[in-house]
């Protein structure tokens, strides 16, 4: 499972949870991005907190792990440049890749589409609010998977940080105290804030 998980919270969780459950997948492997190169207007958390954030969210699960592929290759990252590594890492391994459904939405865009067909499997997992048109995607290729809604973003995450709103029990606890301890999304006293 991709993302920036700037911060991981329960709503990745969940889809994870659901998606290794409903496909009897023996492993989730969560690959925190190194730059993801959509999101590159923004500052992004040092890949190290998101990496170690994602550990500890998903310690607990025997079939959750995380890997360091896309945080130690230079540069930005794209899926492709992931599938690829982790085929080498994992040559017997049948693998899925599961993406929310907006980011399905712009898969068509992606670097190297066709290739990637061929290397994994995908499943965009449905989030509330978001309406799946059909995108021309291969439907051979492209599972759609409803999972229990949780209206739960980073971003949301993020600014309730910055405004002094908890976040308990939207991330795990442990990431909560993480986000505490090394201040997180915090925006210096008397910065403005853009948008
Ligand atoms: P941001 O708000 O910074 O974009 P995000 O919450 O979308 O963050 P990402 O790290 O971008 O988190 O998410 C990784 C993947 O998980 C994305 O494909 C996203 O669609 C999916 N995802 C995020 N939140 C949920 C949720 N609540 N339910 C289902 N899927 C989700
Ligand atoms: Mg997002």
Known sequence: ????????????????????SLLGLDEVLFVPTGRPWQ??????????????????ATASNPRFSVSR???????????MDTLHDLQQQRPD????????????????????????????????VTRPGHVLSDAGLPQERVTLQEVPAMAISSTECRRRVDSGQPIWYLVPDGVVQY?????????????????
């Open 93 to 124: 391994a049948e693998l899925f890749f599961i993406t929310g459904a907006d980011a399905l939405a712009q898969i068509v865009s992606w670097k190297g589409i066709d290739r990637m067909w061929e290397l994994a499997h995908f499943i965009g």
């Open 179 to 195: 986000i505490g301890k090394y201040q997180l999304y915090r925006s210096p006293p008397g910065d403005l804030q853009e948008e």
């Open 1 to 20: 499972m991709g993302g920036t998980f700037d911060p991981i919270h329960h709503g990745h969780l969940v889809a994870a949870s659901e998606v290794q």
């Open 39 to 56: 999101k590159q207007g923004r500052d992004v958390a040092p890949a190290e907190h998101r990496y170690l954030m994602t550990v500890i």
């Open 69 to 79: 592929v896309d945080i130690d290759r230079p540069g930005p990252t794209y899926t």
